[in-house]
Every structure is written in C-alpha cells, then in structure tokens.
C-alpha cells in the first residue's frame, strides 16, 4: 500500500485523514487484481470519530442517502473495522447503528493494476 497521510503543522503524522492505493495480496473487495483507491478516515482520533458518530446519529436519513448512493455503489464499496457492540450512549435499535459502530469510515474502490500503477 501506498498511503498519504495528513500531517499536522506540528507533531506527527495522523491517520486520521487519508488516500492510498495499494495491490495486496489479499483483496478485500471485489477486482480482478485485487489493487484499490481508497480514501477517508482511518482510526480517527475521539474526538474526530465522536463527531462523525453523533453526525451520523443526529442525520441518519442524509448519512444513509449518501452511503447508499448509487453512483457510490457502482464504484466502491464503505470500509473498516467497528466495534463488535454499539458505543456508550447510542441506542443498538438506531437506523444508522452499524455505520454508528463504525471505527473506520473508508471508501475502497477497485482498481485494476493497470490502473493503480499508471
């Protein structure tokens, strides 16, 4: 993988903001060569992902509109790790809560090796 992180004016980088590409050799989403685009936050910092999370609860209907956008859809999938039960303070019967229990907010879209190494 070739990631780019943000990197604050002070102090090391961050995950937290991101776009990378890679060719692993293990695909974790559907492409004849496994290669990706991806962009989003990864393991965003608390505060970043608290805010996320409460967007997310407070506007389901616009959250869902757009993950399941399908422009977005037909071009890559929402991806990362989330926790295994909701977070503190979040019901489990929310209509957003799987995206809520989200720990990552990543979108991969495939690639073929062409394409990723052009």
């Not at 962009?39 to 965003?44: M, Q, R, S, T």
């Not at 071009?75 to 790790?81: E, M, N, S």
């Amino acid at each position: 993988m070739f990631p780019s992180r943000h990197r604050p004016a002070s102090g090391p980088a961050t995950p937290a903001r991101l776009v990378f590409t890679g060719c692993p050799e293990r695909a974790t989403i559907p492409s004849s060569d496994g290669c990706f685009l991806g962009a989003g936050c990864w393991h965003p910092d608390p505060v970043t992902l608290a805010g996320i999370r409460a967007r997310i609860a407070d506007h389901p209907q616009r959250w869902l509109a757009v993950r399941d956008d399908r422009q977005f859809a037909a071009h890559g999938v929402l991806a990362g790790d989330s926790l295994s039960r909701p977070p503190r303070g979040y019901a489990a019967d929310h209509p957003a809560i799987d995206d809520i229990r989200r720990k990552d907010f990543i979108g991969l879209a495939p690639l073929s090796f062409a394409e990723a190494t052009s």
